[in-house]
């Protein structure tokens, strides 16, 4: 099994407190994930603030771009993985950013790998893009995904879309990576077909181990009808982490946390439709035994990789510790530790 760790690019005012970190404590943070043995680090992708957020404090949260990001956490770092969960296709024109994936790939030898989805929230689309309102994010995505295959795989590039158009486009050098990793984040069964005709990894948000076994099967029947191996994409869920000594004291960190405000928010988003009741179930939530068990049901499911592990921690500092504690308590029993 494969663990990782979230750094906070945009998480202040999301699901971590107003303040949280600065540029150095995301390096900081990575470097201890190196140290540790975990297998990646993962930043997620917002420009501007929801509503709700606005509202809810008198400061805006610094929010850093994430393949920048990166680009800092990969030169601190020596061999631990670079990934995005989930860099927001739509927000972006596609040709500049295969040629930015391509580079950092490149700077950081073959360490990226690049989640991607439609974005959490519609209305920050909308303010970057006001004249596309009716736009469908998910075709855009789906055009994004093909484009940047395209981009990757042929000397010299063109398409023509819906929503993305270019041609004679040259751009070398290539990833570094051969096929270079996409992943593709969300549960809506659209996102398992993008994965499965488009992507190396599927990467479910929030989901039980009973419900990311059902997703991995439609993934591998989408991929087998499209004539790809199931046994080429990564089911990678994203989980969040809060554990604790006993099982009481675990729980009453998660629902007292600003995550657990948050995830009320995307009700009608990225969790739309789930029992918010299992969220328990869902994520590493418990004491170590009760962790250790939920990893190896994941593991059941046919999940390799843990990307983009949420630590629920009021400052860097206790996340610091919680990336440690379950190093210590968690990662042995899985033969992840380095």
Not at 120 to 125: G, K, V
Request: glycine fraction near 8%; proline fraction near 7%.
């Amino acid at each position: 099994m494969k663990f990782s760790v979230a750094i906070p690019t945009c998480k202040e005012g999301l699901s971590m407190p107003l303040p949280f970190a600065d540029p150095e404590d995301a390096i900081r943070l990575s470097v201890e994930a190196e140290r540790l043995g975990y297998h990646s680090v993962w930043g997620n992708d917002h420009i501007t603030p929801p509503q709700y957020v606005r509202e809810a404090y008198d400061r805006p949260p610094n929010w850093y771009e994430v393949l920048i990001t990166l680009s800092f956490v990969g030169a601190a770092t020596e061999r631990i993985g670079l990934g995005t969960a989930v860099l927001v296709v739509p927000m972006r024109e596609p040709v500049v950013l295969a040629k930015q994936v391509a580079t950092l790939d490149q700077f950081s030898k073959g360490r990226l790998i690049l989640g991607v989805g439609v974005g959490a929230y519609r209305e920050e689309f909308e303010a970057l893009h006001p004249a596309a309102k009716d736009n469908r994010r998910g075709d855009m995505l789906t055009e994004g995904l093909q484009a940047m295959r395209t981009l990757f795989n042929e000397d010299t590039a063109a398409f023509h879309g819906e929503y993305v158009h270019f041609q004679d486009i040259r751009m070398f050098p290539k990833p570094h990576q051969d096929p270079f990793p996409l992943f593709v984040g969300g549960n809506h069964v659209n996102s398992m077909k993008r994965a499965a005709l488009y992507g190396n990894g599927w990467m479910g948000a929030s989901l039980p181990p009973d419900g990311v076994a059902e997703g991995a099967r439609k993934v591998a029947r989408f991929a087998e009808e499209n004539g790809r191996d199931p046994s080429e994409i990564v089911i990678a869920p994203q989980v969040m982490v809060c554990m604790a000594p006993s099982h009481e004291e675990a729980i009453r960190r998660f629902k007292e946390s600003v995550m657990y405000e948050h995830l009320f928010t995307l009700r009608r988003t990225t969790m739309r439709g789930q029992d918010m009741g299992r969220l328990v179930e869902c994520n590493l939530i418990g004491s170590p035994e009760e962790v250790i068990d939920r990893v190896g049901r994941f593991r059941d499911a046919g999940v390799t990789m843990l990307p983009t592990m949420s630590f629920i921690s009021p400052t860097v500092d206790a996340t610091i510790e919680h990336i440690n504690y379950f190093a210590e308590t968690v990662m042995p029993h899985f033969g992840s530790r380095l």
